[in-house]
């Protein structure tokens, strides 16, 4: 239901704000897939402000009526109001993008500077991706064994993991600049890193 009202033009007249901060408060109710009924409530007194039912044809498209219709007695806004819920959408779907793509990048460096720090656990890692864990302890721990001979392929694997997490890790930085530019470009506010 929430994707369908995303879909209307009902943001570009009233904000969305959490139940606490509502002044109206846009209720559907769908009945055994048949008919939808649309109210409107005042937030403090729960009064139905306007009120719609349909028979349902194709829900999306009744959604959208029923929106459209409820609008043409909601005051218009001026140019600027419009603009300004615009601009709300963009930075809270620019804040979105930014937000997950931040979080994959931090924890992709996190990854790659603990396995620069800790080289030997690290190349141990790589080693028990392809040998058995017991051979790759006993190469880590100066084991004399023939099997030791796993050893120096794990680290040049790590190395080359390395090499690519490095080049991974600078594009996702360049991929997060024009993120920033265009929430520059609305004057939005982008979470600070963590």
């Given at each position: 239901?929430?994707?369908?009202v ?8 009233l ?22 009924t649309f109210n409107?409530?005042e937030?403090d ?5 306007y ?16 929106i ?22 963009r ?5 979105a993008?930014?937000?997950f793509?931040?979080a ?10 603990w396995?620069v720090k ?27 064994n ?36 265009a929430?520059?470009?609305d004057?939005?506010t ?5």
């Amino acid at each position: 239901m929430q994707r369908l009202v995303d879909g209307t033009e009902v943001w570009e007249y009233l904000e969305k704000v959490d139940a606490t901060e509502a002044d109206i408060f846009l209720e559907f109710e769908v009945r055994n897939d048949s008919g939808v009924t649309f109210n409107v409530r005042e937030a403090d007194s729960n009064k139905i402000l306007y009120s719609e039912y349909r028979e349902v044809v194709s829900l999306d498209n009744d959604i959208n009526r029923m929106i459209a219709h409820f609008l043409l007695s909601a005051p218009k806004r001026t140019e600027a109001e419009q603009e300004m819920f615009k601009k709300k959408r963009r930075c809270a779907a620019i804040t979105a993008r930014f937000t997950f793509a931040q979080a994959y990048c931090q924890e992709r460096r996190r990854t790659y500077d603990w396995k620069v720090k800790n080289g030997t656990a690290a190349t141990q890692q790589v080693c028990e991706k392809h040998w058995l864990s017991n051979i790759c302890a006993e190469a880590a721990n100066g084991g004399g064994n023939f099997y030791s001979e796993a050893w120096p392929p794990s680290i040049a694997e790590l190395n080359r993991d390395l090499a690519s997490e490095s080049d991974e890790l600078h594009e996702l930085e360049q991929q997060m600049k024009p993120i920033q530019s265009a929430a520059e470009a609305d004057a939005c506010t982008l979470p600070l890193p963590r």
